[in-house]
């Protein structure tokens, strides 16, 4: 069995291929968007064809950021996912636009071969009421759609659910309490009671939460108007710097990645990590105190390399609040790349 | 030393005369519906000791209502105050100590008002009435903001590009400062530990406004309020945190309404919002336990976003602190609703926090101890008096035998 993953995003697409488990080609077509998505994937088929995977029963898995309530697990790229991709458009119109016509695009380029759509909100879809619901309204909420989510939740099921595998061959006796910590250019961590989590550190939109590369994360919403407002930016001014212009590169002074600021010498990113740490241990006393207690931590993304820095910090403050568990001393990191997280949701569909 | 206590609200008055360094209290009340007439009359609840009197007078703005204040005290010459201390909410980032009142400070004062509109603007008038009707007497102003000046940089920086804080000021302030700094000073004494080595979490939970403190060696280190003090708790008509985008999408819906959303989120959201019945959590958990069937789902659900920040801050804070000594409830609901501090403490015996049911249902009269023997934090319930600790600052500075006022640098 072969597999074929697609994650389109703003400006470029990425793309793996796997057969039996393994890793054949991978890469990234720059210019996506600006040729269309058609051209991209007649490259990517050409790719795949010259390794040899693209058979009989190649699969292709496609990447979405936000499937709302629409998309509770992956789905498959049919008429009626089509249906439900147009019902969640107006709640992240940017996001599923695009996607909708990558969809159409990989049906075009791919006729007859299977193909899933995978999102990274699936996983928060039942986030209880309590996590998921702002002090508004219902009446307003509903009229938005309004309610929070998480934007890494195919990392943070895959890692969890291998991190809750070894704790049962441990001994562990009781559901899971699992700190997942996802360190990708939009960081993200969130507290999984067994396989269902229970906090996201993310919000309605992924501008919520830590700070991210160039997002400001958590801000008191005043501030948000006041820069709307008193600093004349207006609502699209004071979204585009807080989306593009502000987290660890606002902090920094110059554009910067996360990685580069967590293993960084350089004092210009000491105080932007710094803040990137203080924020990480908030969220994960919250987590804590969400599962009453931890049993395990585990990291996850582009960033999971430098995950030490971030340990270092954390867990010794944890520990010495009492709040981790007695199996939770050692950390893991979960090593596997998206591309080939998004192929094992493949294999188990 | 008789000082008199003025805590000014939008639409209100409270005062408390106390005589120091005794710390007693010679006399109190409120002036009600101050401002514009409604449909009942403008009133002032007076009471000397244990003696309550209701005088109804038109009171259009809080020197009126100050100048009524004081004639009611002057009835008797033993009543007459010899200094006034002034709460203020925000003291912006010049003011770092509570100060004496003099020309400079009221120039920075009225300078800073806006940065919380709702609260500040009625009090600065106030002290400006306090200053003109009544010139001789020595005035102090004690702001909410100074006992979180301690807040390290790397807690109160929001990620913003750093021009743009440095020309807007953007950056968590904190509030309750004064309340979370007076609770906690009643906790060390409590625990027989010196205030300057208190670990602890502070829960300042009032029927208005509410947020939590972390305090390390006696020092505030971090507030769950923000730049304003709309960040942070479900309060009653405040959504606390929120995704910065749904602001700015609420105000595109507004058409570039700024005051409108403000107003939302300020005025109709939190409790009031979520509940749609009452912006009382009191009103929300009595009716989610009795109230008609079609109201409970939803009142159920205000009631757990109400208790679910709490326990999630109260989390985040004590990983912050690191061994806590205590977890101290204070104001309106965390003195009165066991129901509450249960809901938000109990599970965390991971935090060292054990709570006796018994003894948190029993509790009437605080300050009082809601742990089991074997809790290593303990959790207490302590009555907030931030008139006594205004008074406190007031004779401090007064007297030369507190902190000296900080002059502001202008």
């Known amino acids: 069995m072969s597999t074929l993953v697609l994650i389109p995003g703003g400006k470029s697409l990425r793309y793996a291929g796997f057969a039996d488990g393994r890793e054949t080609c991978t890469g990234t077509i720059r210019g996506f968007r600006w040729q269309g998505p058609r051209v991209a994937l007649d490259e990517v088929r050409a790719i795949a064809q010259a390794v040899g995977l693209l058979d009989d029963a190649t699969s292709v898995v496609v990447h979405g950021l936000f499937g709302g309530e629409e998309f509770p697990g992956t789905a498959p790229l049919d008429q009626d996912a089509f249906v439900r991709l147009e019902r969640v458009a107006r709640q992240s119109p940017l996001h599923v636009a695009g996607l909708i016509e990558t969809a159409h695009a990989v049906q075009e380029v791919f006729p007859g071969t299977p193909a899933r759509l995978a999102f990274e909100t699936s996983f928060f879809v039942d986030l209880p009421a309590r996590e998921r619901t702002y002090a508004v309204s219902p009446e307003l909420a509903h009229k938005l759609a309004l309610r929070r989510w998480g934007y890494h939740g195919l990392y943070h099921q895959a890692a969890s659910l291998e991190a809750g595998r070894s704790l049962r061959k441990r001994g562990l006796d009781h559901p899971a309490r699992i700190l997942s910590i996802c360190l990708d250019a939009q960081p993200e961590i969130a507290a999984v009671l067994g396989r269902r989590p229970i906090t996201v550190t993310g919000g309605a939109t992924p501008l919520e939460g830590l700070p991210g590369e160039t997002n400001s994360g958590e801000i008191d919403p005043a501030v948000a108007l006041a820069l709307a407002g008193e600093a004349g930016l207006g609502p699209e001014g004071a979204n585009a710097l807080l989306v593009g212009e502000s987290g660890l590169s606002g902090l920094v002074g110059h554009r910067v990645r996360l990685g580069d600021v967590l293993t960084s010498t350089r004092s210009e990113c000491t105080r932007a990590r710094e803040v990137l740490l203080y924020r990480m241990l908030l969220a994960s006393g919250t987590a804590a105190a969400a599962l009453g207690g931890i049993d395990a931590v585990v990291f996850s993304g582009r960033y999971a390399s430098c995950s030490a820095v971030v340990a270092q910090h954390v867990l010794p403050r944890l520990h010495r609040a009492g709040a981790l568990g007695p199996h939770a001393a050692d950390w893991t990191i979960f090593a596997k790349p998206l591309e080939a997280v998004l192929a094992d949701t493949a294999i188990a569909n | ?410």
């Open chain 2, 1 to 410: 030393m008789r000082i008199i206590v003025f805590n000014c609200g939008s639409s209100s008055l409270k005062y408390r005369l106390i005589e120091m360094p005794g710390e007693k209290e010679l006399a109190g009340g409120e002036a009600e519906r101050v401002g514009p007439k409604t449909a009942e009359s403008a009133r002032i609840h007076h009471q000397v000791a244990g003696k309550k009197e209701t005088i109804v007078v038109d009171m259009p703005d809080h020197a009126t209502a100050f100048t009524q204040v004081m004639q009611l005290l002057e009835r008797d010459p033993e009543l007459v105050p010899d200094a006034i201390g002034h709460r203020m909410a925000h003291g912006g980032p010049n003011f770092k100590q509570h100060v004496i009142l003099d020309d400079a400070v009221m120039a920075e004062l009225e300078r800073i008002q806006e940065l919380a509109p709702i609260h500040n603007p009625p009090a600065v008038r106030l002290v400006a009435a306090c200053r003109r009707l009544y010139p001789k007497l020595p005035e102090t102003v004690v702001f909410d903001t100074v006992f979180h000046a301690t807040i390290p940089e790397v807690a109160r920086s929001y990620a913003l590009p750093a021009a743009l804080v440095a020309k807007y000021g953007f950056r968590k302030y904190g509030f309750h400062g004064t309340s979370h700094q007076y609770v906690a000073q009643e906790a060390a004494k409590l625990l027989g530990v010196p205030f300057e080595k208190l670990n602890a979490v502070s829960c300042h939970l009032g029927s208005g406004g509410a947020s939590l403190c972390a305090i390390a060696n006696g020092r505030s280190i971090d507030n769950t309020m923000g730049y304003s003090p709309l960040q942070g708790l479900v309060m009653s008509t405040r959504s606390g945190d929120l995704d910065p985008a749904v602001a700015l999408t609420l105000l595109v819906r507004a058409g570039g309404n700024g005051a409108a959303v403000e107003g939302l989120l300020n005025r109709k959201s939190g409790v009031l919002g979520l509940s749609g019945m009452s912006a009382d959590i009191r009103d929300v958990v009595a009716r989610a336990a009795d109230g008609p069937a079609a109201d409970i789902e939803q009142l159920a659900v205000a009631e757990q976003v109400y208790l679910w920040r709490i326990r999630k801050y109260l989390g985040a804070y004590l990983t912050l602190v690191g061994r806590a000594d205590c977890v101290i409830f204070t104001d309106t609901i965390g003195e009165k609703l066991p129901h509450v501090r249960w809901a938000v403490t109990a599970g965390l015996q991971c935090f060292g926090l054990d709570i006796d049911p018994e003894k948190n249902e029993a509790a009437r009269s605080l300050p009082a101890d809601l742990s089991t023997p074997q809790s290593r934090v303990r959790i207490l319930a302590i009555a907030t008096n931030e008139e006594m600790a205004i008074a406190r600052f007031s004779y401090g500075l007064l007297s030369n035998t507190g902190t000296q006022s900080e002059r502001i640098a202008l």
